[in-house]
């Protein structure tokens, strides 16, 4: 079974840009949840998606946003991109919603913000 | 302010020794734990977790611990292999009802020494 998808790999960008990073879950799984990785901040939770509805939502700014398809892949966008966006995006993906100890990650997406 | 805490950045063990990662917590909402392991370049892997109604839970070379009453857990792997260099996180969750997803700690790298 193919794991957890994400696209691009790397990414840069510019101040003031907006980007959209994809995730495609493992086949079947339903639930897919969005992680912010900064060597400051450690793994922060950004939001969950389950059946297409947002479950569950960190404490980030709406700069943050995110959907879900009919597929179960998910999208997540950050608008006026800020230097202190610069991280790894990770998202993982399990079968049902709070299904933690069955959270399979994806490889992340590094975006740099210059 | 940060609910999980792992106040060891690094940690080096010589191979065959006993590893000892430990992890505090200060929500008493949290009744749901889980270890994560991250090598470079790839999202976390999970590796075990512990309900709050256990205090040890025992999976091949890995143990956890967890002492509710002073909010702690731990992780030990005995023996210790080289594969196991990689960073490691502590996870909590509110799994009644908390809506912020995983809280994750700032992770530990540890270092096997041959």
């Known amino acids: 079974k193919a794991g957890v998808t994400q696209t691009p790999r790397y990414l840069i960008k510019t101040r003031g840009q907006q980007v959209t990073l994809s995730c495609s879950p493992i086949?079947?799984?339903?639930?897919v949840s969005w992680y912010q990785q900064t060597p400051g901040q450690g793994l922060q939770f950004l939001f969950e998606y389950f059946s297409e509805t947002q479950r569950n939502k960190g404490n980030f700014p709406g700069r943050f946003s995110g959907r879900q398809f009919s597929n179960s892949r998910s999208e997540m966008n950050v608008s006026t991109l800020e230097l202190g966006d610069s991280a790894l995006y990770l998202c993982?993906?399990?079968?049902?919603?709070?299904?933690?100890?069955?959270?399979?990650f994806g490889p992340g997406t590094r975006l740099t913000v210059l | 302010d940060q609910q999980v805490k792992q106040n060891s950045p690094s940690l080096s063990v010589q191979e065959g020794r006993i590893s000892i990662l430990n992890c505090d917590y200060t929500?008493?909402?949290?009744?749901?734990f889980l270890w994560y392991k991250k090598y470079p370049a790839e999202g976390p892997t999970f590796l075990i977790s512990?309900?709050?109604?256990?205090d040890k839970n025992e999976d091949g070379r890995f143990t956890v611990f967890l002492n509710k009453s002073a909010k702690h857990l731990s992780l030990h792997i005995v023996p210790s292999q080289p594969g196991d260099s990689a960073v490691y996180f502590c996870?909590?969750?509110?799994?009644?009802?908390?809506?912020?997803?995983?809280?994750f700690g700032k992770g530990t790298h540890l270092i096997i020494q041959p």
């Open positions: 993982a993906s399990s079968l049902t919603d709070r299904a933690y100890n069955e959270q399979f």
């Open positions: 086949s079947g799984h339903r639930s």
């Open positions: 929500n008493s909402m949290f009744d749901y």
């Open positions: 996870a909590a969750v509110d799994s009644g009802g908390g809506a912020d997803g995983l809280t």
């Open positions: 512990i309900s709050s109604i256990k």
